[in-house]
């Protein structure tokens, strides 16, 4: 039997209490989305709430308000992190009410909905955007998959190939 030891008392957010989600703007730039579900019993109501994109060496943090005020931020644009990859999320919960922060509760490695990990990813990863008057291309970037782009002016383009 393996024993756990948390000698700090930072509780685990769990995957459920948090559900994320993808979209592009208008202005095809990627945003996403954070709806919370928290267990809330054992959380300082004043504790704020971060969540901070990534991937690779870049990130981009948003503050979502306390647990007791969620607040969603008006820009959740995702446009200073590196968007080659699958986009990663960790979810903080911090208690500011001293000197120093203090960590409550954290998620890392959470997926937006949709997002498969790497033991099930697709050998060619689809995403759409909009690449012109190309229907579709394959982009190499160098220490991660090949990907396939297909243009997103096409109407249920990933349907149709899904067919």
């Known amino acids: 039997m393996q024993a756990t030891i948390n000698h700090t008392g930072r509780r685990k957010i ?9 979209s592009e703007d208008s202005n095809e730039c990627r945003t996403f989305d954070a709806v919370f579900s928290l267990d809330k019993s054992s959380l300082p109501s004043d504790a704020k709430i971060y969540i901070e994109a990534y991937y690779n060496n870049t990130s981009q943090r948003f503050s979502f308000g306390t647990v007791s005020n969620i607040q969603r931020p008006s820009d959740r644009r995702l446009d200073q992190i590196d968007l080659s990859g699958p986009i ?3 979810t903080h919960i911090v208690d500011e009410s001293s000197h120093h922060g203090r960590l409550i509760a954290s998620a890392d490695r959470m997926r937006p909905e949709g997002e498969q990990d790497d033991d099930h990813a697709s050998l060619l990863p689809v ?9 579709w291309k394959i982009e190499f970037q160098t220490g ?15 349907g149709q190939i899904k067919k």
């Open 127 to 135: 995403r759409q955007r909009n690449i012109g008057q190309q229907t």
């Open 144 to 158: 991660s998959k090949p990907q396939l782009t297909i243009n997103s002016s096409i109407p249920n383009a990933i």
């Open 88 to 90: 990663l999320f960790r």
């Open 14 to 22: 769990v995957t459920k209490e948090v559900q994320l989600t993808l």
